[in-house]
Structures are given as C-alpha cells and as structure tokens.
C-alpha cells in the first residue's frame, strides 16, 4: 500500500512559486498521483492528478520523476487566495478498497503579503 | 446541477442523542462517499458507495456510525448514540466513472461538510 508523506506546513509570500512534494516511495505500478485543495470552512477540491511525467493545468503543474516515488505540485505566482491545504492522493484506478481515500493532515500552505 | 448538498450545516446535539446527517449527490454521479475532518487525525474516509452499495466501511469507527443509500439521489451517515468525540466536520462527497470504466480516484466533488458538535 503506498504511503504519502507530505510537509505539514510551508509558508511563501505573494508572487513567488510554491513547490510541494509528497514522498510515495512504495506506489505501485498502476497508482495514480492526485492532489487536492482545501479552502478554510469548504470541502477539499480536485486540482490534478497523473501517472507520470508531467500534467499542467490552469492552476498548477505536477512534475513526477522517473522512478515516480515522489511528486511535487508546483502553484505558479502565489496569491493570498491560494493559502489552503493540499493533499496528495496515490492509489490504483480500478479498487474496491478505500485505503487511499485518507486524505490526512496534508500541507498548510500560507502565503502572506 | 447545485453541486453536493448536504444537510444540516449545523449540527449541536447532546451526549447520547441520535444524529442524522443527509448528502444529495451530483446527478449522474456513481460513487459517494463519507468523510470526518478532525484537528487530530485530519480528513479521514468512513465509508464509500458504488451504485448505491456500499463497498468499503472499514472507516466507521464504531457499531454507533451507520450509512444508508436508499437510492442514487440521497445518501445518511447516522451515530446513535453520539458522543462528544464525534464533534467533527462530515463531508459528503460524489464522483462518476472514469471513461475506462469504474475508477475510484476519479474527481472528487465534495458538499459543503456539517459541522457536528456534540456536548
């Protein structure tokens, strides 16, 4: 079962690039990375996911190595409004089995001014 | 589609009183699934649904929680009797197929959590 491990916090200020990395030394062969955001008082929110490589999107890039036993989300140009919690998700598409829907603690990310 | 609803917002009950927490998933969505936020041990899943079903409650911490989905549009996570170390925010959440078929750890849509005190 592949197990994350990700810093509790980090800070940054506006303008700057974050990088978050989750360890995933033990992801098997078939585990997909996913990463999501949680605002204060809301629910979590889908922000990306992939396999290997890299995957960008409009709100962030997740560069993944080759031996994929880490990942890192990378938030271009922070704002105060991306001060949440990230967390990072590995598990296989196609289970019945929760394990890795235990989203943790995950990152608190504070961007000040 | 309003997104997950979920109700109430609001919960504060006493010590051995029964609660009933409601979840309507997003139309069309296959999968659902419960969740507790606490300070202490984080976002932590309780239980998950496929097609009305439940698949995976190895998250229910106790004979006190319990999870219903009569049908595809309504879903209840019960704790009968409630105690104070259940004070938590419960999140409900849905998703749908991935275009390979069943995915588990396709997108996430999450409602807007009850807040559950109990004293």
């Known amino acids: ?113 | 589609d309003a997104g997950v609803i979920q109700s109430p917002r609001h919960e504060v009950t006493e010590m051995g009183q029964e609660v009933t927490l409601r979840c309507k998933p997003i139309s069309g969505h296959d999968y659902l699934f419960w969740y507790r936020q606490t300070m202490m041990r984080g976002l932590e899943l309780l239980i998950y649904f496929n097609n009305n079903v439940p698949i995976d409650d190895s998250g229910m911490p106790e004979d006190r929680f319990s999870a219903k989905m009569p049908n595809a549009s309504f879903s209840t996570l019960k704790i009968q009797p409630s105690e104070p170390r259940d004070s938590a925010v419960y999140f409900c959440a849905s998703s749908q197929p991935g275009l390979a078929g069943a995915s588990l750890y396709n997108e996430q849509f999450f409602g807007p959590g009850t807040r559950l005190t109990v004293l």
């Open chain 1, 1 to 113: 079962l592949a197990k994350t491990t990700q810093p509790i916090s980090m800070d940054s200020y506006e303008g700057q690039e974050v990088n978050i990395t989750c360890s995933h030394n033990n992801i098997a062969t078939n585990d997909y990375i996913t990463w999501y955001q949680q605002f204060p008082s809301q629910g979590p929110r889908f922000i990306i996911q992939g396999y290997k490589t890299k995957v960008t999107n409009e709100v962030a890039s997740l560069f993944i190595p080759a031996d994929r036993k880490s990942s890192t989300l990378s938030l271009p140009r922070v704002s105060l409004s991306d001060t949440a919690v990230y967390y990072c998700l590995v598990g296989p598409p196609n289970s019945n089995s929760g394990y890795a829907l235990n989203f943790g603690k995950g990152t608190s990310l504070l961007v000040t001014p």
